[in-house]
């Protein structure tokens, strides 16, 4: 199981990872964090669907065809962890040496939507306070790390769940979607 996972949670941290570097370029280049986004989640989802070929694999090569929902869920999960660490590894490396000033363009983008959509003065002070905060919180590397696994992790978490329930087969050779 261990190098099944492992080879599948590359595949899937080096699809996410890859993504997440032109992203970041086009989100420079364009200032759009919006469209970037959605493309980054895409990614996220493309990348993490290497969950389902990672369980259905062990399952039917290494496993007889048979897989428990635990058993499942277990690769899902380890495959989530690699792809979500090779993530933020990606993300320190490209926010501390590449793009240090990102917070800043960053507010500056989301205090100039705020205004184009006619946010008045405490709407925007508001904001303006709250960005600050982030960006102080953002000064610190733990905080970094956690803020980036809680971005990509859950939807790891999510598409592990469902790949597990929709791959887990018992040893009368049925899958099943609902039940023991």
């Avoid at 979500?84 to 040496?97: D, G, N």
């Avoid at 904001?127 to 970094?144: I, Q």
């Avoid at 018992?170 to 039940?179: K, V």
Wanted: hydrophobic share 50%; charged share 15%.
């Amino acid at each position: 199981m261990k190098r099944n996972v492992l080879v599948f949670g590359l595949i899937s941290g080096a699809i996410l990872a890859t993504f997440m570097v032109v992203t970041t370029l086009m989100c420079y280049k364009n200032e759009n964090f919006e469209d970037n986004a959605v493309l980054g989640y895409g990614a996220m989802i493309l990348a993490f669907s290497f969950i389902f070929v990672a369980i259905k694999n062990y399952r039917d090569r290494y496993n007889s065809g048979v897989i428990s929902f635990g058993q499942a869920f277990k690769i899902g999960l380890f495959v989530t962890l690699i792809t979500s660490t090779i993530y933020v590894l990606i993300w320190l490396i490209e926010f501390y040496l590449f793009i240090p000033d990102f917070m800043d363009k960053y507010t500056a983008h989301v205090m100039r939507e705020l205004r184009e959509s006619g946010a008045g003065p405490a709407e925007l002070e508001s904001k303006a306070a709250e960005m600050a905060n982030f960006g102080e919180m953002y000064k610190n590397p733990v905080l970094v790390v956690l803020f980036t696994y809680a971005e990509v992790f859950p939807i790891g978490l999510v598409i592990s769940l469902l790949c597990a329930l929709i791959l887990k087969r018992n040893s009368g050779g049925q899958a099943q979607l609902t039940g023991s």
